[in-house]
């Protein structure tokens, strides 16, 4: 698929660390609870690492306990692309930035979080910066 931003491999690895690098561009996950993001407090949005799009707001996050920031919808249906994931043996929904094409983690539907949609966008903290609110 052809995304907005495009870097070769090479360009990537010297823009990202190597665990940023691991998460966003081979679809690695992050440890659970290493995320300062998980419960960070502060309003602003988040946007992706690798290319700065606006993917979600604060105040769609949620505790999930999880381990990860846990987000129930994003800033927009076009910020975030969804993909079949059949990974790890199982079936999932892989969350991936639109515009560069950045792995951001999963979705879940479902699981019966007091949230409006019922769904869980279980993001890797790394794959994120947080832009507060001024």
Not at 1 to 8: F, G, R
Not at 36 to 47: F, L, M, N
Not at 57 to 81: I, N
Not at 111 to 117: L, Q
């Amino acid at each position: 698929m052809a995304y907005d931003v495009e870097k070769t491999d090479e360009e990537w690895r010297a823009e990202l660390s190597p665990e940023e690098y691991s998460v966003l561009r081979k679809a690695s996950t992050e440890r659970p609870f290493s995320s300062p993001y998980e419960t960070d407090e502060t309003v602003g949005v988040y946007a992706c690492r690798a290319c700065g799009a606006e993917l979600f707001r604060s105040e769609v996050k949620f505790d999930a306990h999880c381990g990860w920031p846990a987000f129930y919808t994003p800033l927009a249906e076009d910020r975030v692309e969804l993909i079949e994931d059949r990974s790890m043996f199982m079936k999932r929904v892989e969350a991936r930035c639109a515009r560069c094409g950045s792995h951001l983690g999963h979705l879940f539907e479902g699981e019966g979080f007091a949230t409006p949609t019922d769904q869980r966008f279980c993001i890797n903290g790394i794959s994120l910066t947080l832009e507060p609110e001024a």
